[in-house]
């Protein structure tokens, strides 16, 4: 069915028109964008007309980095976030104590103990008299540090005895007993959790679609493994899939996704699998992102780094030696110096043009811009995260070198591709919460006043632009995806408001109108 989209503000992204009023759909292509009388005029009776006045109309919007999967799981879990004492905390997991069978986990996420009023980290004796037949794991919102009983340390093997695994960290009391709160120790953990079951994860993929087609959401950047990859495969051959899905891998698993015919820059046009993901550092919450200079609020400390240079330099040669690009993980400003220096390494070897992504590049040496633009290295950016962040950074990071955390600004200024995303399930995958902080720099409560270093902040297009074109070329995909430009696809998001009219704490309360992906319509507002 042909779709007519008329009386609008529509944001193109195509530099050779960037503003219309309208747009016209044809066979789940762009046939064009114009003005309402230009459209008006391709309008048969077969035509489906959407009078839009009032609304933005968007290139489909995709969140270039989360953890798909995981978030529809996450949308089951015990929510802890926004929380704001230990004691909200516990009566979250005595609720779920009385609705799970003894002995089945408990698993929790987003708490946050800078948002306490108990002003101290928690640990197991804030859990244990809750669930004694329940092991429990709760995440914090960082992602990277878990709180758990002593039922479910006891099934981890977690003792006195437990030497740190490298890289990690098991918090102990003055004897040396763990006391239920460990770093970095997420993936030991859930070893010894029942994985969910291949029917779980789809049905957690269907609830994470769902949820980003309500936020305007066509396309995903996920960052997860096979097991996660055979969900939504599933979902697909079911014809249940409808929006794009830009797989990643880590590098461990490239072989046997290569033996199941899974091959980097291949897949679908809703699903393939587009880069090999790696991990550089920790994070800035739990004081385990890689640092040129120390921490200012622990001189002791500069970070973990997960990976030497060679092991790093060595996995992006895997990424390469199959003819993909890597997305690596880096937070503190020396992983990310790291994560050139194994780009430029790797690049020596494999020539060629390549489209290499840095994930979060929270905090740059300034030095790092101009390596960015003339590596052609994408920074791919979750403001979202500096709602709850920078507080924690100017402490940790200290005023000075803050200047450049999380400098969207300056990158743009510097000429590197920025693209955004939510993290998810870190945080929700409403793309609008990004734009407030993208550009207002505020949190929720608007503070500060004229924003966090003011001077990175970005317009209403530059965020656009951060959600659709970009990503489009970090998948190689610039060619039919990223624009409303006539012959491309027709993913659309139309918002319920003009973003451009909106104060900036209205945006993250903006509904959306009407995503559609390929024509097709994925969600309407009711
Ligand atoms: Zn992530």
Redesign the pocket.
């Known amino acids: 069915m042909d779709i007519a989209i008329l009386n609008s503000r529509v944001f193109t992204g195509d530099q050779t028109r960037p503003w219309a009023e309208g747009v016209y759909i044809k066979d789940g292509k762009v046939a064009a964008v114009g003005s309402t009388a230009e459209i008006q005029a391709m309008c048969t009776r077969g035509t489906r007309i959407f009078e839009l006045p009032g609304r933005l109309v968007t290139p489909g919007i995709v969140d270039a980095?989360?953890?798909f999967v995981s978030f529809g799981l996450y949308l089951e879990r015990v929510d802890l976030r926004d929380l704001s004492s230990i004691a909200a905390c516990r009566e979250r997991v005595r609720t779920a104590a009385a609705q799970k069978t003894a002995g089945d986990w408990i698993i929790g996420r987003g708490w946050n103990e800078h948002i306490w009023t108990d002003r101290r980290e928690p640990s197991s004796k804030d859990l244990d008299d809750l669930a004694p037949n329940h092991p429990v794991m709760l995440v914090r919102c960082c992602g990277h540090t878990v709180w758990l009983n002593s039922m479910a340390m006891r099934l981890a093997g977690i003792t006195r005895e437990t030497v740190d695994a490298p890289g990690a960290r098991i918090e102990r009391d003055v004897s040396g007993h763990p006391i239920g709160l460990c770093r970095e120790y997420r993936k030991i953990i859930e070893k010894v959790i029942p994985p969910p079951t291949l029917e779980e994860r789809k049905a957690a993929a269907l609830r994470a679609q769902a949820e980003a087609l309500r936020y305007g959401v066509t396309g995903v950047h996920t960052?997860e493994t096979l097991a996660e990859w055979d969900a939504l495969a599933a979902a697909e051959t079911e014809g249940q899939l409808r929006i794009r899905v830009h797989h990643t891998l880590p590098p461990e698993e490239v072989e046997r996704a290569k033996a199941r015919g899974i091959e980097l820059g291949k897949g679908s046009d809703r699903l393939w699998f587009g880069q090999v993901k790696l991990f550089a550092d920790g994070t800035l919450g739990s004081g385990t992102a890689l640092l040129h200079a120390p921490y200012s609020d622990d001189p002791s400390q500069t970070g973990l780094e997960c990976l030497t240079a060679s092991e790093m330099q060595d996995r992006v040669e895997v990424a390469y030696r199959h003819g993909g690009d890597v997305a690596v993980?880096a937070i503190g400003d020396l992983a990310t110096t790291n994560v050139l220096d194994a780009i430029a390494g790797a690049r020596k070897k494999f020539p060629g043009p390549k489209r290499d992504r840095v994930?979060h590049v929270q905090l740059m040496h300034p030095a790092d811009f101009a390596r960015f633009r003339t590596m052609n290295v994408v920074a791919s950016c979750q403001p979202v995260h500096l709602h709850t962040d920078m507080f924690v950074a100017e402490k940790k990071w200290g005023m000075d070198r803050c200047r450049y955390g999380y400098a969207w600004k300056s990158m743009l200024r510097e000429g590197v591709k920025v693209q955004f995303g939510s993290?998810a399930p870190?945080e929700h995958i409403n793309p609008l919460l990004s734009f407030h902080a993208a550009m207002a720099r505020q949190n929720a409560a608007g503070e500060p006043a004229n924003g966090w270093f003011p001077i990175e902040r970005l317009t209403l297009e530059e965020t656009i632009h951060a959600f659709t074109t970009v990503p489009a070329w970090t998948s190689r995909k610039e060619g039919q995806l990223g624009s409303l430009t006539p012959g491309k696809i027709a993913d659309v998001t139309v918002f319920a408001q003009d973003l451009a009219t909106l104060q900036p704490q209205e945006l993250p309360v903006t509904q959306v109108e009407l995503t559609m992906v390929g024509g097709e319509i994925g969600y309407r507002r009711e």
Request: aromatic content about 0%.
């Open positions: 980095h989360l953890h960052c993980h994930e993290d870190v």
